[in-house]
């Protein structure tokens, strides 16, 4: 599984793509040798839990926990492994053949086998994503930023033949609704100047599907700079979060979300004023119930989730028949 979100968000928070979407080959390989040496040298009969971190060419193994971990149950419905079944059973003496001979192990719809472990090997022919659901609509006092600490509440499964179906049906069963439609209001983007280049391929993405965007001056300018406009320049708030500065006569984005005409929210700040700003634009997306991500991935990830949700009506399966039984 690979997060969505990087480094920093607890792994509860972050969304997760099965099979991984933007991990090189030999990263996996490499991912699969190390779990399956630490698991051999702890002699772990059962389920071992692993966190890999990747940074450019390095793989870190951040931890190793020996057990089932809440996770279990989402693999075990994206890859059609019983894993729960399968790790009890090889606990209590059964060996992965006989496993296979009873049909507990079977190689996944359209081609591939399964490895030593069990696990299947080869591109399975959907993409599954876990989606954490989160409470800040139940507490809109609440700073909604992600980050190591883990907030969330549950978490749903999106299934779907490509990434961005996959994860916006899972967006939409967490209850993040995204805009489809410019109807749905304008897409507001406040960015840390880090993110700023992340966030004109956001704004790209979006203008092309029709929806509106409008920004903070600082992130306007960034865009101007690359033929990019906004069609609404949006003032900073006090730190109170009611009342616009600097530039009176525009609108805050409180106000903006009070009048329906924001759906969906992109705020990385950084800073000390911009934490401060970021937290009132926060809380005002979760008291008004405007979708709100923290991070440029989630974003793009959002953007190509929208592309593909597009002029395609969304269907609904089984498992069983996902996973051909």
């Known amino acids: 599984m690979e997060h969505v979100e990087e480094a920093g968000v607890h792994s509860g928070d972050s969304a997760c793509a099965i099979p991984p979407q933007t991990l090189p080959a030999w990263v996996v390989e490499v991912i699969e040798s190390y779990a399956a040496s630490i698991a051999t040298r702890l002699d772990v009969c059962g389920l071992i839990n692993v966190q890999f971190a990747v940074a450019g060419t390095t793989v870190y193994v951040i931890e190793a926990n020996p057990r089932a971990s809440r996770t279990v149950p989402f693999v075990a419905k994206a890859t059609g492994v019983p894993l729960a079944k399968v790790a009890t059973r090889v606990m209590l003496g059964a060996t992965l053949d006989e496993l296979r001979a009873e049909g507990l192990l079977q190689p996944p719809v359209g081609g591939g086998h399964h490895g030593p472990g069990g696990a299947a090997e080869g591109p399975p022919p959907h993409v599954a994503i876990k989606e954490a659901v989160l409470p800040f609509t139940r507490f809109p006092e609440v700073d909604p930023a992600l980050g190591p600490e883990m907030r969330s509440t549950g978490e749903v499964m999106g299934i779907d033949r490509t990434f961005g179906r996959a994860f916006y049906t899972a967006e939409l069963s967490a209850g993040t609704v995204l805009p489809l439609e410019p109807a749905d209001g304008m897409v507001f983007l406040s960015l840390a100047d880090s993110d700023k280049p992340a966030g004109l391929v956001v704004a790209k993405r979006l203008r092309a599907l029709g929806l509106g965007v409008a920004a903070t001056a600082g992130t306007a300018a960034y865009l101007a700079k690359f033929d990019q406009p906004v069609d609404q320049i949006v003032a900073k708030v006090s730190s109170d979060g009611l009342r616009a500065v600097e530039v009176p006569e525009l609108p805050s984005a409180p106000q903006l979300f009070a009048e329906g005409k924001v759906g969906f929210v992109v705020n990385t700040p950084s800073g000390r004023e911009a934490r401060t700003d970021g937290v009132a634009i926060r809380k005002a997306a979760s008291l008004h119930r405007v979708s709100c991500v923290t991070t440029t ?25 996902y996973h051909g039984r």
Do not use: I, P
């Open 297 to 321: 991935a989630a974003a793009l990830a959002a953007a190509q989730g929208l592309a593909e949700r597009q002029g395609a009506e969304l269907g609904v399966r089984s498992l069983q028949e």
